[in-house]
């Protein structure tokens, strides 16, 4: 593994930008109310703008601003309802029970209501246990709307500063998503006859270079500054996305019958500098990707074009020597796969000069598309919400599992006195997920996560004494864990909880050690019931949905074709 390269995608990744920007957002409002001495309402501030940061990922940027403001709406009026109902457990236990329902089933509108019910769900959570009363509740309510203000407010501006900036980061990762398939296809050159593993990984990478595929199209074609074609910038992303889709077309479709070229040519070196030609294909577009990602220009590497002429010279060579009745479909192959390589290649050189973003490339751009035909838009109609309650949808039944689970688990948190029911709850409304798989994988990823991540913190403030060192610890674990969030979980737990730990530590250090035991058997609790709901509680197995699915499949086929 290129750790070098790792790095360098990373760090110009929109993963760490969104990081950034949400650390931002959600420390300097506490940092700055602190030094006016109002620490408490700071943080309240802080959790508004952590709950806008959830619809805000990536995607068109009037997309964003309304999910946004419509979440800050929300969490406003979930807060207002939480803070008055906490007063009575019985009707907290209503509040609850309604709120899971709903804000799980408006998940039918896509991931970005899904976030929004989210963030409200996590605002209800953590208003469980304040004991606000009268002016109290709504200062508080008012405080979150307050957060959630100034965290749109600096996402929008800094995406005004940076217009391209995003669709860059996400055309990059595109770009280096279909080199890493073209590196498994690779695979297929190497020796052994295990083709199955490999075509797993490849259709697992498949499925991820489709879904950022559908991201850098939402944000080309769904953003009017670009489509407008106003500047040789948004014009040169158009051409790069749609030359990447067609190298990446191409790459699928030079499929080769492995098992019988391996028959014939296991025994010669053919094979395996196939194999080396293809990788060097695939590190030159990581190299695009990246400097897609940065903007800065990479120059055409010369050595892979003479690296492919060195090829066509020995494979006519190999093919003059070896040919014989038995193996010449074999050799009709290796020179289709050879014309392949080439076209790759040119199409990658044509990249390379996108990455200059120069004015003349740009006038090369015909501009006659119909962007509609390359998006899907999603209607907010309440029709598509009536049409899923119902126990034959998956949404409708991932409700009802989570409301009850939530109440239960508040129950349990009221028979215990080290129980803390926002906790608890927190853990199984992150826990729970539509797919039993995906929220088998959450219960023991955090699980893990949180008692890594314990150890991580009590090793920190072990080691460090220093209140403002610690500080500093704990900015650079809210950047890793908010720069992992929405794509390795595992991680994001291991960071989030030393991060919680530091900053509880730094609010109140004499009942550190009770915050970590408490934290640690709340998550036990909570991921104990999550696991029993998904098993029990109205459980839809994936394996029941693929004959669905794959009708929708040759439907959609059909008419596409």
């Known amino acids: 593994m290129d750790y070098l390269k790792q790095y360098k995608s990373f760090i110009n990744s929109y ?17 700055v109310m602190s030094y006016f001495n109002n620490l408490s309402a ?9 709950c806008a940061s959830m619809p805000d990922n990536a995607g068109p940027v009037h997309h964003r601003r309304n999910a946004m403001l419509v979440c800050d709406i929300v969490v406003f009026f979930v807060a207002l309802i939480t803070g008055f109902a906490s007063g009575n457990a019985i009707i907290l236990g209503i509040t609850i029970c309604v709120f899971c329902f709903v804000f799980a089933m408006i998940g039918v509108y896509g991931s970005r209501a899904t976030s929004i019910g989210l963030a409200a769900l996590f605002v209800m959570v953590l208003n469980i246990d304040r004991q606000n009363h009268g002016w109290n509740i709504i200062l508080n309510a008012v405080y979150i709307l307050a957060g959630g203000i100034w965290y749109t407010i600096l996402s929008l501006s800094l995406n005004s500063f940076r217009p391209f900036k995003l669709a860059q980061q996400a055309l990059g990762e595109c770009i280096q998503l279909t080199a890493e398939y073209l590196r498994i296809k690779a695979s297929f050159y190497e020796k052994g006859d ?5 075509y797993r990984h490849l259709l697992d990478k498949q499925i991820e270079v489709h879904q950022m595929q559908d991201l850098v199209r939402e944000l080309l074609f769904k953003s009017r500054d670009i489509v407008r074609e106003s500047t040789p910038t948004g014009r040169i992303l158009v051409m790069a996305f749609l030359d990447i889709v067609d190298l990446y077309e191409r790459i699928i479709t030079s499929h080769q019958d492995y098992g019988a070229l391996h028959a014939h040519f296991d025994d010669t070196d053919i094979l395996q500098k196939y194999r080396l030609i293809i990788i060097s294909m695939a590190n030159e577009l990581d190299e695009i990707g990246i400097a897609v990602k940065s903007t800065k220009p990479y120059l055409q590497n010369e050595e892979l074009h003479s690296q492919i002429i060195k090829l066509r010279e020995y494979f006519t060579a190999f093919r003059d020597e070896h040919r014989s009745a038995e193996n010449v479909e074999e050799f009709i192959s290796l020179r289709h796969i050879l014309d392949s390589i080439e076209d790759i290649a040119a ?7 996108y990455t200059t973003y120069d004015k003349k490339i740009s006038k090369q751009f015909q501009g006659k598309i119909d962007y509609e035909e390359f998006i899907v838009h999603q209607d907010i109609e309440p029709e ?3 049409e899923n309650l119902t126990l034959h949808s998956n949404i409708f039944r991932h409700s009802l599992r989570l409301c009850i689970a939530t109440i239960a688990g508040f129950i349990v948190s009221k028979f215990f006195s080290f129980g803390h029911s926002y906790w608890i709850l927190l853990t199984i409304i992150v826990i729970i997920k539509p797919a039993y798989s995906l929220t088998k994988r959450r219960n023991s990823e955090r699980l893990l996560g949180t008692v890594a991540g314990a150890l991580i913190g009590i090793i920190a403030i072990y080691l460090i004494k220093d209140k403002s060192a610690l500080f500093a610890v704990m900015i650079f674990f809210m950047i890793g864990a908010y720069s992992f969030m929405r794509t390795k979980y595992l991680i994001f737990v291991s960071l989030m909880t030393p991060y919680i730990l530091l900053l509880f530590h730094l609010l109140n250090p004499n009942n550190f050690r009770t915050v970590i035991s408490d934290r640690i058997i709340d998550t036990v609790i909570g991921s104990s019931i999550a696991f029993i709901a998904n098993i029990f509680l109205l459980p839809f197995w994936e394996h029941e949905q693929i004959t669905d699915y794959m009708l929708k499949m040759i439907t959609d086929s059909l008419q596409y074709f």
């Open 384 to 386: 598509l919400l009536k």
């Open 347 to 353: 199409r990658i050189y044509t990249l390379e000069s």
């Open 194 to 198: 295990d083709f199955s593993e490999r």
């Open 15 to 31: 993963y760490l930008s969104e990081g950034v920007r949400i650390t931002i957002g959600v420390t300097l409002p506490a940092v």
């Open 42 to 50: 700071g943080i309240i501030v802080s959790l508004g703008a952590l």
